[in-house]
């Protein structure tokens, strides 16, 4: 019983971190391609 519980909560930290990485991953590469857009925007005008 003891393991059990100890096993499904250990199951849910690693649901959660890599949930966690997953949205800062995605946050990552907007950021990365709004910044390169921008940089791409900024040489098409000057």
């Known amino acids: ?17 890599g949930t966690i990485l997953g949205l800062i991953l995605i946050a990552l590469y907007a950021f990365s391609k709004d910044v390169r857009g921008k940089a ?7």
């Open 40 to 46: 791409y925007w900024f040489e098409l005008h000057y």
């Open 1 to 17: 019983m003891l393991a059990g519980s100890v096993v499904s909560r250990t199951l849910g930290i690693a649901e959660l971190i």
